[in-house]
T-cell receptor, first 109, second 117 residues
C-alpha cells in the first residue's frame, strides 16, 4: 500500500530559527495536502499542491511539490512560538487517503 | 458556518456499553469522514461517506458502525469496544470525495476523546 514518510520525526528549534519538514513517497502522488495540529487540537488544513514543481507561500510558510511528484516540503522562516505543533502531509488518490507520519515542532524562547 | 461540530467532546464507556458519536456540518459538503487518532500518531481513516453513501470502509471491526442520516449528519455507533479502541475520534468533511478537487482540504471537528474501561 501507499506509504508516506515524514522526516524528521521531531524538531526542537530556538525562536527565530528556520524549520523544514519533508514528506517522501515511494510512488508518484497526484496531490499533497499539508495540515497543522496544535497540541490537544485537531488537524487544520494549510495548503494543497497538485502540480509538479509547484511552490506556494503563506506568509512565513513555503510549500514545495517535487518535480517527480514523489516528495514535498514545508519550510517555516523565522519560527515563532505559535508555530508549535505537529505538521502532517496527506495525500489522496485512487480511493486511498494517507497521512504522513508527522513532524512534531517545538519552539523554545 | 465553516465548522464541523462533534459531540460529545469526551466519553468514557465500559466494554459492554453502547454509545454513539455525532458529527454535524452545515457547509454543504458532500463527503464526510471518520478518522481515529492515537497519541503522537497520524489520523487513520476509518470510513468515508460520499453523497450519504458509504464509499470506503478501511476494514474497520464491526463493533464500529457508521451511519449517515442526511448530508449534514454523521454518526458512529460503538458497541462492545476494547480498551485498545481508546483514542481521539475525528470527524471531517470536504466539498467532494475526489481529493483532486479539494483545494480547501478537509475541515476537521475538534474530536471526541474516547476512553474504554
Amino acid at each position: 500500500g501507499q506509504q508516506v514518510m515524514q522526516i524528521p520525526q521531531y524538531q526542537h528549534v530556538q525562536e527565530g530559527e528556520d524549520f523544514t519538514t519533508y514528506c517522501n513517497s515511494s510512488t508518484t502522488l497526484s496531490n499533497i495536502q499539508w495540515y497543522k495540529q496544535r497540541p490537544g487540537g485537531h488537524p487544520v488544513f494549510l495548503i494543497q499542491l497538485v502540480k509538479s514543481g509547484e511552490v506556494k507561500k503563506q506568509k512565513r510558510l513555503t510549500f514545495q511539490f517535487g518535480e517527480a511528484k514523489k516528495n514535498s516540503s514545508l519550510h517555516i522562516t523565522a519560527t515563532q512560538t505559535t508555530d508549535v505543533g505537529t505538521y502532517f502531509c496527506e495525500t489522496g488518490g485512487g480511493n486511498k487517503l494517507t497521512f504522513g507520519t508527522g513532524t512534531q515542532l517545538k519552539v523554545e524562547l | 458556518d465553516t465548522e464541523v461540530t462533534q459531540t460529545p467532546k469526551h466519553l468514557v464507556m465500559g466494554m459492554t456499553n453502547k454509545k454513539s458519536l455525532k458529527c454535524e456540518q452545515h457547509m454543504g459538503h458532500r463527503a464526510m469522514y471518520w478518522y481515529k487518532q492515537k497519541a503522537k500518531k497520524p489520523p487513520e481513516l476509518m470510513f468515508v461517506y460520499s453523497y450519504e453513501k458509504l464509499s470506503i470502509n478501511e476494514s474497520v471491526p464491526s463493533r464500529f458502525s457508521p451511519e449517515c442520516p442526511n448530508s449534514s449528519l454523521l454518526n458512529l455507533h460503538l458497541h462492545a469496544l476494547q480498551p485498545e479502541d481508546s483514542a481521539l475520534y475525528l470527524c471531517a468533511s470536504s466539498q467532494d470525495f475526489w481529493v483532486f478537487q479539494q483545494s480547501n482540504g478537509y475541515t476537521f471537528g475538534s474530536g471526541t476523546r474516547l476512553t474504554v474501561v
